[in-house]
């Protein structure tokens, strides 16, 4: 069981707009930054979004973070085939002094 | 470029030790936190631990507290992580990990080394 909550899966077709909620609680979420990783099939989780917003130099400004109270959202526009991958949140938990991920959502590109 | 590479992972057998390495290399290690991060088969991450820059601060996922412990040399750029009472739960990949700029956004990941806890 995992602190933070995202659904387990997603899908979208080519071009379409997709988003990946992340629900939590005051301890993380709602007092801490919230970071997304995607990690592609067979390799090391890649940070996508850090800060609630910001992207790294090299993503896309096709992904863009949201945070509003205790829930976050990862929205990914014109979907392309290369996004099919799972994609984490995380956020420090004051009351865990931890770190705590997302159980994860799977994206499928149809 | 920023490269971290774990090694020290294997097969052992349940109650024993293993201790993981991580050679950081390309930026300067000694002013990063640094974390240990794990992937059970199939499954979603975990985290592990984290040291602050000067090895003075270190925190523990729960379940790792009182039997893992991570440590680091800066002389030797290198982060460690001390696996003690090891049972098949702890069976994972753990990858190393930089911490950007002390927020807990992780920038670098290590390919990952894999533990495997098996009678």
């Given at each position: ?110 | ?26 930026f300067t290690f000694r002013t990063y936190a ?19 820059y ?66």
């Open positions: 069981q995992s602190v933070l909550t995202e659904p387990p899966s997603a899908s979208g077709t080519p071009g379409q707009r997709v988003t990946i909620s992340c629900s939590g609680s005051s301890s993380n979420i709602g007092n801490n930054y919230v970071y997304w990783y995607q990690q592609l099939p067979g390799t090391a989780p890649k940070l996508l979004i850090y800060r609630n917003n910001q992207r790294p130099s090299g993503v896309p400004d096709r992904f863009s973070g949201s945070k509003s109270g205790t829930s976050a959202s990862l929205a990914i526009t014109g979907l392309r085939s290369e996004d099919e991958a799972d994609y984490y949140c995380a956020a420090w938990d004051d009351s865990l002094r931890g770190v705590v991920f997302g159980g994860g959502t799977k994206l499928t590109v149809l | 470029q920023v490269q971290l590479v774990e090694s020290g992972g294997g097969v052992v057998q349940p109650g024993t030790s293993l201790r993981l390495s991580c050679a950081a290399s390309g640094m974390h240990w991060v794990r992937q059970a088969p199939g499954k979603g991450l975990k985290w592990v631990a984290i040291i602050s000067d090895g003075s601060n270190k925190y523990y996922g729960d379940s790792m507290k009182g039997r893992f412990t991570i440590s680091r040399d800066n002389s030797k750029n290198t982060l460690y992580l001390q696996m003690n009472s090891l049972t098949a739960e702890d069976t994972a990949v753990y990858y190393c990990v930089r911490d950007q700029s002390g927020d807990y956004a992780l920038d670098y990941w290590g390919q990952g080394t894999l533990v495997t806890v098996s009678s």
